[in-house]
């Protein structure tokens, strides 16, 4: 629908009262007007590119569409109140007729001092289905058809997903009822390792999908489940591609043969793509940078996107930016003080690789501090914009803008 939205200004659980019903933050805007960098187009290239918006689903693979507290310092307090504020407005407005929602179960700190417990978890799927079930204009999305009805009617299909399945423990069944709560995409772990499999952030790269892992693929298949491998290391990927008899993808990420940042090496890329996956080429953070561009913005993400389509095949490609509502890179540095200064029991382990750019930033250039072009889900729309620039066909760019996501989504969703 593009434009045409059905938006009746709902707020976040507006049926409450702030400091009241729930501790009040001071939130910051969804969007910082100086931050916003649209791809510049032709006077034929903006009509192409409303027409193609209105005429295409538009499909977000990974995002986290909520709202942040005005001073950053204050995140990690956010979710230990087990409530995150949607940013409904901001979407009406995104150009999105379908968006994956991460929420936040790995900060979710209701319980324990990690997340990612079932009950912290039950408690924030809960909390958002009850804002969503008193608003009209997102809907709970659980099968493809719910995002072509959503696209039809001027609505925003809203998937909840999981980005690790630490939370189900040793409890397969725990799968189904995940399921029956309305969650459709879940991910084996979360950089670290868990009863599944092996984590991307580990120093040993060797641990594959776990006898537990491989039972827990079987019933997210057996229920319907999209399996996402979005942070598994790559060996878990691969043995997790082979055991699943449905295809699977990785939400967000970006080469690593050309990229730093959050990436996935060229044999998962093509493991993927051989067995009817896709790869939603992501960001976050300071996003994908790469040695042409080697600070995070839309040309760098393109750059990874034009690569992939490369290795993969355009059929085999979506997108996945994992930005949010704020400042992305602050909200990363309030979390990791907020672990080296709280008790969270974390240590610098020797042998870690050192954070880093990776690649030089050439004299007289300088990082603005946000991934310029990409830095919020609003931005999404953006990389339609990049592509028309670059001479893709409207045909290629419905395929990577929706296409191929909704065609997994048919083949996995009940």
């Not at 240590?347 to 004299?363: A, D, L, V």
Request: aromatic share 8%; proline share 4%; net charge negative.
């Amino acid at each position: 629908m593009g434009r045409n939205k059905k938006y009746n200004n709902y707020r976040a659980y507006q049926y409450l009262q702030p400091g009241i019903d729930y501790k009040e933050f001071k939130m910051r805007r969804a969007t910082i007007p100086e931050w916003e960098h649209p791809v510049p187009l032709s006077k034929a290239e903006e009509d192409r590119f409303e027409q193609f918006v209105e005429k295409n689903i538009i499909i977000d693979l990974h995002e986290h569409p909520c709202l942040y507290p005005e001073d950053l310092n204050d995140s990690p307090e956010l979710p230990k109140e087990g409530r995150q504020f949607m940013a409904h407005e901001a979407l009406s407005t995104s150009r999105l007729d379908c968006v994956f929602d991460n929420m936040l179960d790995g900060r979710c700190t209701i319980n324990t001092k990690h997340g990612w417990d079932w009950m912290s978890t039950l408690h924030d799927l809960g909390q958002r289905l009850c804002d969503i079930a008193h608003q009209d204009f997102v809907i709970h999305c659980k099968r493809a058809s719910d995002i072509h009805d959503a696209f039809n009617n001027g609505k925003l299909a809203w998937v909840a997903a999981l980005e690790s399945a630490s939370c189900i423990e040793n409890e397969v069944d725990r799968i189904d009822i995940l399921f029956g709560l309305g969650v459709r995409s879940l991910g084996i772990c979360y950089s670290e390792n868990n009863m599944l499999g092996g984590g991307m952030g580990e120093i040993n790269q060797d641990v594959g999908l776990s006898d537990f892992g491989y039972d827990a693929v079987v019933r997210m298949n057996k229920v319907g489940m999209l399996i996402d491998v979005g942070h598994t290391s790559d060996r878990t990927t691969l043995e997790t591609i082979e055991s699943s008899k449905d295809p699977i993808y990785n939400s967000h990420s970006g080469p690593a043969a050309i990229a730093i940042g959050h990436t996935t090496g060229d044999e998962v890329l093509h493991a993927l793509a051989e067995h009817d996956g896709i790869l939603g080429v992501g960001g976050a953070g300071m996003g994908l940078r790469t040695k042409n561009h080697p600070i995070g913005s839309i040309d760098s993400y393109g750059e990874c996107l034009e690569y992939c389509i490369k290795v993969m095949g355009i059929d085999h490609v979506g997108c996945g930016p994992d930005s949010l509502y704020g400042d992305h890179i602050a909200h990363y540095a309030a979390f990791r003080r907020r672990m080296k200064t709280d008790g969270y029991g974390h240590y610098e382990r020797p042998g870690r690789k050192p954070r880093g750019r990776g690649f030089p930033i050439p004299e007289g250039m300088k990082d603005p501090g946000y991934v310029k072009g990409l830095e919020n889900p609003n931005d999404f729309i953006n990389i339609a914009r990049w592509m028309i620039k670059h001479g893709y066909s409207d045909d290629e760019i419905a395929k990577v803008m929706g296409k191929n996501a909704l065609k997994l989504f048919e083949k996995v969703w009940y």
